[in-house]
């Protein structure tokens, strides 16, 4: 999988027990014909989520707290956000306003041991919010959404420390599969 290479973020490390676990969630929940609007640009796991047969669109990377018409287009049936939601200072409108029938959201959970995630050289890439589930339940709920499943996984990593071993106990992420109440 060299494609991935051309993505900044992962140079050093490459998510695959996270990509692993949210395709798996995926095609349990949304079949192949169903065409994607991913939020959020074109990256690595747009492009494994075409190499499965899925059709994806990505948004170009406008600012989801102030211009969400990208989800506006009603022949949208489904919306994927993988890590979008703690980047964005009010995540109620864009999800009040998804006139897809189907969501797969994924997010990182809040630590308890450690802060909020901040890139101190790029200013897109830091975590305004970090979730506990019944929070992102909740923003759903009040957004018209019902969340049909869900799933919380770990991500160890190979460090020593006391963080590192909590990590391989303490769930990370948390994805669930929303359908729009009617």
């Excluded at 969630?25 to 949304?30: A, E, G, P």
């Excluded at 992102?136 to 071993?165: H, M, S, Y």
Aim: glycine share 2%; proline share 5%; with cysteine.
């Amino acid at each position: 999988m060299q494609w991935y290479t051309e993505f900044k973020m992962y140079e050093k490390s490459f998510p695959n027990k996270r990509f692993r676990q949210t395709l798996q969630f995926l095609q349990k929940h949304i079949d192949t014909s169903e065409t994607i609007l991913d939020l959020g640009v074109e990256n690595p796991f747009s492009q494994i989520m075409q190499d499965n047969g899925y059709t994806v669109n990505n948004t170009k990377g406008e600012d989801l707290d102030v211009d969400y018409s990208a989800v506006l287009n009603p022949e949208v049936k489904v919306i994927t956000a993988f890590e979008i939601f703690e980047h964005l200072l009010s995540p109620l409108p864009v999800l009040s306003h998804i006139k897809a029938d189907k969501l797969v959201a994924s997010i990182p959970l809040k630590l308890w041991f450690a802060p909020a995630y901040r890139s101190k050289t790029d200013k897109w890439d830091r975590h305004y919010h970090e979730f506990e589930d019944w929070q992102f339940n909740w923003l759903l709920e009040k957004a018209g959404w019902e969340i049909q499943d869900c799933q919380k996984w770990t991500n160890p990593v190979k460090k020593l420390g006391i963080r590192p071993l909590l990590r391989y106990f303490t769930p990370r992420y948390y994805i669930v599969y929303a359908t729009r109440k009617h």
